[in-house]
């Protein structure tokens, strides 16, 4: 059975910096295009960055420069590095793997942003 389980989240003063994991189980990450969403309350679910399996990135232009995206094939873990957080950046932070007709999610992880 295949789980994202994400972490690192939590609370940060405005300019802070964070690093969100992905821990995969059950399969290889670096086999899929992995992404990570957002969703603040009341928005909708937004794609924040994606790598795929090739090592490609890409990411929302809202927080181009400040985050960024990498993988540990040892750890089988993907990462989202946040830098230069605002209050804007509040949302809880969804991992996503998608392979094919395959598509799994984490639970997600709480970022708050906030003096």
């Known amino acids: 059975q295949v789980q994202l389980v994400e972490s690192g989240g939590g609370l940060v003063q405005p300019g802070g910096s964070l690093r969100l994991s992905c821990a995969a189980s059950?399969?290889?990450?670096?086999?899929?295009?992995t992404a990570w969403y957002r969703q603040a309350p009341g928005k909708q679910r937004e794609l924040v960055a994606t790598i795929t399996s090739g090592g490609r990135t890409n990411y929302a232009d809202s927080v181009k420069g400040r985050f960024t995206i990498s993988r540990d094939y040892a750890k089988n873990t993907v990462y989202l590095q946040l830098i230069s957080l605002t209050s804007e950046d509040t949302a809880v932070y969804y991992c996503?793997?998608?392979?094919?007709?395959?598509?799994?999610w984490g639970q997600g992880t709480q970022v708050t942003v906030s003096s």
């Open positions: 059950g399969t290889i990450l670096s086999t899929y295009s």
């Open positions: 996503n793997a998608r392979r094919s007709l395959n598509d799994y």
